[in-house]
């Protein structure tokens, strides 16, 4: 009754803010000592006052100060005032009288929330041909499926995805983001609707079913924890294709890799195509989702964080996050495949010790550049046995004196030779100067059209393993930096090259609420696939 009695402007704490400010101090320390109310309706409250004391014609005389209540203020105002408040704000303010909950009634108040909270940006007047109010958008759709927007990784076995959930229209909709044809590494991702979620008529939101070539049908959500829900396909019918099974694995190959089984000649390829299909089929769309953030940004990384489509040799192209952790950077699998799964860690770079590789001629050799990446990695190895495995503040290994082959990248340059250590020239990332690079000879490629001018190299460790990931061992390689949107990692053991290139996507709600839950979602998605 206390935050009644404050709206509606009697009781004892009827009097705007003007006619507090006039109060005495005993007063003032009286008011104080009243019971605390919500924050959000004392700024209701506030802003009804300014309002009232900007627009009102009232005079303030010394002897009578103005009331000032909400309940005197036109309808109209109210209408603005309640349409600049959060949505989920406006249901308790519907309990404190009939004439609130009469004016909340207005389209207009939740045409507004859905456009500055979701981006509803359609004209919502279309909705009353169906009988459909803003206020049923907002409530029974966009408020109700809120947790689910932004990004997921299904769980498909090793596979992984990326599973983008955005607000479309009047609808929501789940849309698979898959890489570009292989090699195509620089080609724009392609996407395929999963689901999608919409107001039929006043009683509640539709869920339904995309996957399949026989158009939309019934199907059902779960939410099953705030980072966490699930989809199930009621009508599984709809996803069989006449021709059967042959047809069905047809259609999804020139899907998938946009070629037939016959333009396929490797026979291990193959193999990996024909089983991704087998085992990713079989869920027929019902899966589980877990939420997955973009990496956070910091002002010295090398380049900005996000999303990379890689090449992995016979596997295709594969979805890697490149994220930054002090001294060093990582790449993670959001999609993988049966040697290394989704959620692992396919590559890691040391930062503190930076590579100048050798002219081009010398870079053909593979010998050469393998001598050169080995020699750190030994030194790298020595320096941990040294320092018994201890950890800086920031839980990484704290590096040992700097040796020949080993430059922080913001102190002095260092570039391998002969065991003599020579001053190399600091090249910022954002400077645009770079070095001719050339893959070795032997060193194979899915995409030949790579870069051939690189800015900077540093030591690393990719992660290979065994078909079911099994015995998997990290092994030495040499990252290297093209641009702020391309990189590339040399697999010494595997003697093969891997190029990244950025998504170039804007993604909505996948930001991470702080550096520890992004570290944890790391460690979430990697325990599923250990």
């Keep these: 009754m206390a935050v009644c009695a404050r709206l509606c402007g009697v009781g004892p704490s009827r009097g705007c803010r003007r006619r507090q400010q006039r109060r005495g101090p005993a007063e003032t320390a009286a008011a104080d000592s009243e019971p605390d109310t919500d924050p959000e309706e004392e700024r209701i409250e506030a802003g009804a006052a300014a309002l009232s004391g900007a627009g009102g014609g009232r005079s303030a005389g010394p002897s009578s100060p103005p009331r000032c209540s909400l309940l005197e203020l036109p309808p109209e105002l109210l209408v603005e005032i309640f349409g600049s408040l959060p949505g989920t704000d406006l249901p308790s303010l519907a309990q404190v009288c009939t004439k609130f909950r009469r004016i909340l009634h207005t389209d207009t108040i939740w045409r507004r929330r859905c456009r500055e909270e979701y981006g509803v940006c359609e004209n919502l007047r279309k909705l009353e041909i169906t009988g459909v109010s803003c206020r049923d958008v907002y409530a029974k759709l966009l408020h109700r499926y809120r947790h689910i927007l932004g990004l997921w990784q299904p769980d498909i076995g090793p596979y992984g995805g990326l599973l983008n959930v955005v607000v479309d229209g009047f609808f929501i909709i789940g849309w698979m983001y898959l890489p570009p044809h292989d090699p195509h590494v620089d080609d724009p991702m392609r996407f395929k609707p999963l689901f999608r979620i919409h107001l039929m008529e006043r009683k509640s939101a539709t869920v339904e079913c995309m996957y399949g070539h026989r158009g939309p049908h019934n199907g059902h959500i779960q939410i099953m924890k705030k980072d966490e829900f699930s989809t199930k ?298």
Excluded at 271 to 294: A, G, H, P, V, W
Excluded at 327 to 346: E, L
Excluded at 453 to 465: K, P, Q, V
């Design 233 to 530: 396909c009621n009508q599984t019918d709809h996803h069989r294709m006449s021709g059967g099974r042959q047809e069905e694995f047809r259609t999804w190959l020139r899907e998938e890799w946009g070629r037939t089984l016959e333009d396929i000649f490797h026979e291990h390829m193959q193999e990996l195509i024909l089983m991704k299909f087998i085992y990713t089929s079989q869920y027929d769309n019902c899966l589980t989702y877990r939420r997955i953030y973009l990496p956070p940004s910091h002002p010295d990384d090398l380049i900005r964080p996000g999303l990379f489509k890689g090449t992995y040799g016979s596997h295709g192209l594969e979805i890697v996050m490149l994220s930054f952790h002090g001294k060093h950077a990582r790449g993670t699998k959001i999609t993988g495949d049966p040697n290394i799964p989704a959620g692992q860690q396919t590559v890691e770079i040391d930062l503190r010790y930076r590579i100048q590789l050798p002219d081009v001629e010398s870079l053909r050799d593979f010998s050469e550049l393998s001598r050169i990446v080995l020699e750190v990695g030994e030194q790298v190895r020595q320096e941990q046995q040294q320092e018994g495995g201890p950890e800086d503040s920031e839980g990484e290994p704290r590096p040992g004196p700097v040796q020949p082959h080993a430059e922080p990248p913001a102190e002095q340059g260092r570039e391998p030779g002969d065991g003599e250590a020579l001053a190399a020239a600091e090249q910022p990332v954002q400077s645009g100067q770079g070095q001719p690079f050339v893959l070795p000879v032997g060193v194979s490629s899915r995409n030949e059209d790579y870069p051939r001018t690189c800015r900077m190299c540093f030591y690393g460790t990719g992660l290979i393993a065994g078909h079911g990931f099994t015995s998997p061992e990290r092994t030495p390689g040499v990252f290297v930096l093209f641009d702020e949107d391309r990189f590339g990692f040399i697999w010494l053991e595997l003697k093969s090259f891997s190029l990244y290139s950025r998504i170039q996507a804007t993604f909505r709600n996948a930001d991470s609420p702080s550096p520890q839950a992004f570290e944890e979602m790391l460690k979430n998605i990697q325990s599923l696939t250990s």
